[in-house]
């Protein structure tokens, strides 16, 4: 019976692939004719981009329960923290950022063909690692710049994938990059997907799991000192793990960070 369980899983994942390639493939190639054809970004991807990446969802099965916080903003061009999983994240934010956002990913994977040429029309946000002495600079006068535009701008804090399906540590960078921008930080928080496919799991996918996700509020960061960056980046955290925790919003912002909690 294990035999035939794997087999069946296997067959699955292929379809998974397969589907999903192929609704991004024509996501991709729409998005290039409309681009090409001089329609903003802000317009295509509410046209086809956002709505056929995020078909790779029910392509997976998946069973999407999205929450947004009562204070949330949706109007309010923001820097989204989400927690990273696995390839579907982007899909899921396509699915639930409710407007035209750029991505925030490592330089060399602009050089990818066709995924790379994509990125760089839909105007995502490189990140040159060795360019370390102006990198929070360049980052946000990208980010401003997609803030004039109209578009967010999507990251993942822990800056990897969870191996354990706990969320780590938020890496400072992203947070100094949305005061310096001007923007207002929403937690993004994911549970379930874990079940669905995660790093350990490679190229396998499960059926039939229920994935819920939480938008949480705006937290401002407008008169956010340099020395509070780190403060911010653990109130986000704590508040985005209380939802996975819970498996609802969390009663209050004013939460502490679960690693503070561990060596109090």
Not at 107 to 123: E, T, V
Not at 129 to 147: G, Y
């Amino acid at each position: 019976m294990k035999l035939l369980g794997k087999i069946g899983q296997a067959l699955y994942s292929v379809y998974v692939w397969a589907g999903a390639f192929t609704v991004m493939g024509v996501g991709a190639l729409f998005t290039f004719i409309l681009l090409l054809l001089r329609f903003p970004y802000q317009k295509v991807h509410g046209w086809v981009t956002a709505p056929l990446f995020s078909a790779s969802l029910p392509v997976a099965t998946i069973r999407l329960r999205v929450h947004y916080h009562p204070d949330f903003k949706p109007e309010v061009r923001s820097v989204f923290g989400q927690n990273h999983i696995n390839l579907l994240d982007g899909m899921l934010a396509a699915k639930v950022i409710p407007h035209a956002f750029s991505g925030l990913m490592n330089a060399w994977q602009f050089k990818i063909p066709i995924y790379g040429w994509l990125m760089s029309l839909s105007k995502g946000i490189p990140v040159d690692k060795t360019k370390r002495d102006t990198l929070i600079e360049d980052i946000s006068a990208a980010a401003k710049n997609r803030k004039e535009i109209g578009m967010s701008v999507l990251t993942f804090p822990e800056g990897h994938r969870t191996m354990t399906g706990d969320v780590g540590q938020f890496r400072h960078g992203v947070f100094r990059m949305a005061i310096n921008a001007g923007m207002p930080f929403v937690p993004i928080a994911v549970k379930g997907l874990y079940s669905v496919n995660n790093k350990n799991m490679g190229w396998f996918f499960r059926p039939l799991q229920t994935v819920d996700v939480f938008v949480g509020p705006q937290f401002e960061t407008d008169g956010i000192a340099e020395e509070d960056v780190g403060k911010l980046a653990k109130r986000v955290r704590a508040y985005l793990v209380g939802c996975l925790e819970q498996g609802e919003f969390p009663a209050t912002t004013e939460l502490v960070d679960t690693e503070d909690r561990q060596s109090a």
